[in-house]
């Protein structure tokens, strides 16, 4: 489990991304540590990209139904302009975010601020997804996080797409999405090949 640093002196801030496959409690870890700093008595903002509506718009809301309110933004810029007075910034679904959300979040950093972000590390075809990479490398605290593979039982990494859909955003619960292993995950994308006529999978 994750404990905040404690610093002495001068006012520190820092990045933490917490990141993972669908389903493996990304926002529900995002939601403890942003409501354990509330009871700390931290002034908390939690932002989310304005294209996820999942579960309303004011909302970033767990796979359990955990929720704590935010505020839905187009763009990454808008957390330097929400953030006066704030100890502690929360960003969820990261990879949805702007290629500026890594330096947008060191700037934040910089002003002493502590800054949570959640987000998958990889799409549907297993490839570093949008952001998330560049801010997986300028972070101080890194936790990934893991569901269960449903077909072995085994940790599971990666987010496979049930639909026949190649856009790379497509916003989906269990009826889209289900996670699964490295093994599971690269079995399932032959089979889907197969099935399709294409050769060489």
């Known amino acids: 489990m994750f404990l ?8 520190s801030g820092w990045i933490e991304v917490i990141c993972g ?12 540590r942003l409501k354990r700093s509330k009871i700390a008595n931290q002034r ?26 935010s505020t839905p933004i187009d763009h990454s810029s808008r957390l ?10 929360g960003v969820d679904e990261a990879q949805f975010f702007d290629e500026d959300l890594p330096e947008n979040c060191q700037r934040l950093a910089l002003r002493g601020i502590r800054v949570i972000v959640a987000g998958l590390d990889m799409d549907f075809r297993g490839l570093p997804f949008g952001p998330m990479p560049n801010l997986l490398a300028v972070a101080e605290y890194i936790t990934k996080v893991h ?24 916003l989906g619960e269990k009826d889209r999405y289900e996670p699964r292993c490295r093994t599971c995950y690269h079995m399932g994308n032959i089979l889907d090949l197969r099935l399709r006529g294409v050769e060489g999978g």
């Open 21 to 32: 496959s669908m389903f493996s409690g990304k926002t529900e870890e995002l939601i403890r």
């Open 44 to 69: 908390v903002e939690i932002f989310k990209p304005g294209i996820d509506k999942r579960y309303g718009e004011e909302k970033v809301v767990s796979h359990d139904a955990n929720y704590i309110l």
């Open 147 to 170: 569901a269960i593979c449903p077909h072995c039982g085994n940790l599971a990494t990666h987010s496979y797409r049930l639909v026949q859909e190649e856009a790379t955003i497509l």
């Open 4 to 11: 905040e640093p404690h610093f002495k002196g001068q006012r």
């Open 80 to 89: 330097l302009q929400l953030s006066e007075g704030v100890d502690v910034v």
